[in-house]
């Protein structure tokens, strides 16, 4: 598979080769016969990323914010190293994509292998997508016109927010691609409609579409123009299409409305807002959300849960089926706004006609190549015959699940540090696999983790997926004679748990030696490991108090979803339960959970609680797992009081000792959780056959997490 991409650091656009994505449930596999590029949202995304550091702040102020507050808790050079990361982190592009259904996952009924579909898929020559983003072209409709569906739809649903009616007096401000596209839809529901614009060329076609025009880079002025076109009595609506720092579309909107007129923002403008233009004439504004309910819907994009027709009319889905009706019909044509055609190949040069052209609208990319090439599920950095075929002596051979976020920044790079042999890198979408398996050393990216498992050159199997599928994945490695690494948590119930225990015994039993590894990483950095020296001098039971000031996650995020994420008890506190025991010595024989109460305005409760956990050797302890505080306050801190002395541990920067004989602090310049020594721990534990965590342990502490959890839930 080829794909088109951005980085974001240096606004480069390029093709890079990928494995094709694997079909999953849910989902439609698609090979794109024809993509188009936005000559809106995606000239913006370029020119951003072209554009300088300094440019890149000011556009994100925000964002300036959000680093200042990382850079007074985690320190410069950890904040330094998470926004390079991210700026070097390269981003697809495209969101309308034609194309032959190729293959559907397990509950999807509405498609089948042959049907020609729209969807929002990028530019890449196969695609994966959810099936509520899909939608059937009628056999009038050729590709080339389908490919304009998804941004029809953008302006469809602000005329939908707008409710126009037949007769009244529409203005669109911007005659860009989305602009000519929203004056064809209203034009076909009946409304008289003046396009703004200062393209003259832009001005024509709307003009040929049956809209009157004006051109305030002519001299013309737009409110004049608007209460002229309306006879004096001022419009009845304005929809915004245009894409500009300015607040001049929204106050001349303002000023050309009649009383209690509408106004819709589709495109992007400045939002500095005069309250006496709206005050006076009861305007009403609002912003439309991309292309229609159901966009941003976790449920509904990736869980497959459709509205029901009789309560939400429009989705969607239902959008993208309305102008592919539109089209059929001929009451939208998009002929006159196709201004370049491209090879998919030649992409690169299209991005350079998007930001050098600014006269260009509708530009269409052709994909032309066999199928066999584009279906390729696994892909090499290196020469085949350099990549061994069965298990060699030497370094431990890494396959690596999930190439997310957190995997590509921190764990990858750490094992590498470790001395492992990267070999291949799976993610079921492939993009992200091809990108951080040529950055970090791997010999091949893959879609295919059956094949991965199959692999007798593969020696360790190490798991950064969602949480949902840890205990599985785990079990089937173990059950393939993998060593095991697992990022966080292990699972998300004690049947998981029993379950990857009972594969985990199995192994042992067959002889295989097989080890289990958890990223706890915490108990290895360098502050926790003196304070494990300081500490192993303290006969008597200790009293531990953790903080986590965790931030706040949507509620709607994965993360927080007990079927997926295991919510962030089990997803993340887990990390302290572990650091707690370990610090402590000894087995845990009681746990004890208090959330925060329920309240109408806390959407999650589970995330903002007290856990206290009680030791074998009398020891006790307090994580307060606290997602209501400042991004500003440190994130983690720790104390544990003993035998007359105290040891304080500020967010892994800075440790205290009071009491101590021969210590009083130990401060490092950069923040230190331990990932590269948990890592080394690992590697190093292969080689001589010493686990770097004792499996009694892992299962001890999983089990001892979603009891807290369970106690919250049960609150």
């Known amino acids: 598979m080829k794909q088109i991409v951005q980085n974001l650091s240096s606004g480069e656009t390029s093709i890079v080769d990928a494995p094709a994505p694997s079909v999953t449930r849910g989902t439609v596999l698609i090979r794109t016969t024809t993509s188009l590029i936005s000559s809106g949202t995606e000239r913006m ?49 495209g969101y309308c994509n034609v194309g032959e259904v190729i293959d559907v996952g397990a509950g999807v009924t509405e498609f089948a292998i042959g049907d020609r579909v729209v969807s929002n898929g990028p530019h890449a020559d196969v695609v994966r997508v959810p099936r509520l983003l899909c939608a059937r072209i009628p056999d009038g409709v050729d590709d080339e016109a389908a490919a304009f569906t998804v941004v029809a739809s953008i302006g469809l649903q602000g005329i939908r927010l707008v409710q126009p009616t037949i007769g009244e007096t529409v203005v669109v401000t911007g005659a860009g691609l989305l602009g000519l596209l929203t004056v064809q839809l209203l034009r076909a529901a009946g409304c008289r409609v003046l396009a703004i614009d200062f393209d003259e060329s832009k001005l024509a076609i709307a003009r040929e579409l049956g809209a009157e025009t004006c051109n305030p880079g002519g001299g013309a002025d737009p409110v004049a123009a608007g209460l002229s076109f309306s006879r004096g009595a001022g419009v009845d609506a304005v929809i915004i299409t245009a894409s500009t720092d300015s607040s001049d579309p929204v106050s001349q909107a303002a000023n050309m409305c009649r009383k209690r007129g509408r106004i ?41 849960n459709d ?65 066999e090439s584009r279906l390729a599920r696994n892909i090499s950095f290196v020469p085949a015959a350099t990549i061994p075929a069965a298990r060699v002596d030497g370094a431990p051979r890494f396959a690596m699940i999930g190439a997310g976020n957190y995997a590509s920044r921190m764990l990858i790079p750490a094992l590498r540090g470790a001395g492992a042999i990267m070999a291949t890198l799976v993610s079921s979408g492939g993009l992200s696999s091809a990108l951080h398996g040529s950055k970090n050393g791997f010999e091949q990216a893959s879609t295919d983790r059956a094949a991965v498992l199959a692999d007798p050159a593969i020696d360790v199997v190490a798991i950064a997926t969602r949480h949902d599928t840890h205990a599985g994945f785990a079990i089937d490695a173990l059950d393939a004679g993998k060593h095991v690494f697992v990022e966080k948590p292990l699972g998300i119930t004690r049947e998981e748990i029993d379950a990857v225990e009972a594969a985990y015994r199995a192994a042992q039993d067959r002889g295989a030696a097989r080890q289990l590894m958890l990223g706890f990483n915490r108990r290895f950095a360098p502050h926790v490991v003196r304070m494990k020296q300081l500490l192993a001098t303290v006969a008597e039971p200790k009293s531990f108090m953790m903080v986590m000031n965790a931030g706040a996650i949507p509620a709607d995020h994965w993360t927080q979803n007990p079927n997926v994420g295991g919510g962030r008890i089990i997803g993340e506190a887990c990390h302290h339960i572990d650091l707690m025991r370990f610090l402590a010595g000894a087995p845990i024989t009681s746990v004890r959970a208090q959330r925060i109460g ?37 994130k983690e801190r720790i104390e544990v009081f003993a035998a007359g002395q105290v040891l304080q541990l500020d967010n892994f920067r800075k440790l205290k000792g009071f009491g101590w004989r021969g210590f009083r602090s130990m401060n490092m310049f950069r923040q230190d959780k331990g990932q590269a020594d948990c890592a080394k721990a690992f590697v190093s534990g292969l080689s001589t056959g010493t686990p770097a965590i004792a499996a009694e342990e892992i299962f001890e502490v999983a089990r001892a997490t979603i009891e807290a959890a369970e106690q919250l839930r049960s609150q």
Request: aromatic share 10%; hydrophobic share 35%.
């Open 45 to 93: 995304l370029v020119d951003f990323g072209r554009a300088s550091l300094f440019q890149k702040v000011r556009k994100q102020p925000e964002r300036v914010r959000q680093v200042l507050d990382k850079v007074r808790t985690d320190g410069l050079a950890t904040t330094y190293e998470a926004v390079r990361s991210k700026l070097e982190q390269p981003i697809p592009l």
């Open 264 to 304: 819709v923002l589709v495109g992007v403008t400045g939002l500095t807002l005069n309250r006496a233009d709206f005050y006076e004439k009861e305007l009403s504004f609002q912003v439309s959300c991309s292309y229609g309910p159901g966009r941003y819907d976790p449920g509904y994009e990736e869980g497959g």
């Open 307 to 371: 509205y029901p027709l009789g309560f939400v009319r429009w989705t969607e889905q239902r959008n993208f089926e309305a102008v592919l009706d539109m089209l059929a019909s001929g009451a939208l044509d998009t002929t006159p706004l196709v201004s370049h055609r491209f090879a998919f190949e030649d992409a690169p040069g299209a991005y350079d006609v998007l930001t050098t052209d600014k006269s260009g609208l509708g530009l269409i990319l052709e994909y032309r190549s066999e199928n």
């Open 598 to 634: 329920d309240s109408g305005g806390l959407a999650v409760t589970e995330d903002k609680a007290a856990i206290t956990l009680g030791f074998a050797d009398g020891s006790f302890g307090t994580i307060h797992y606290l997602a209501n505080g400042s991004a500003s306050f440190p």
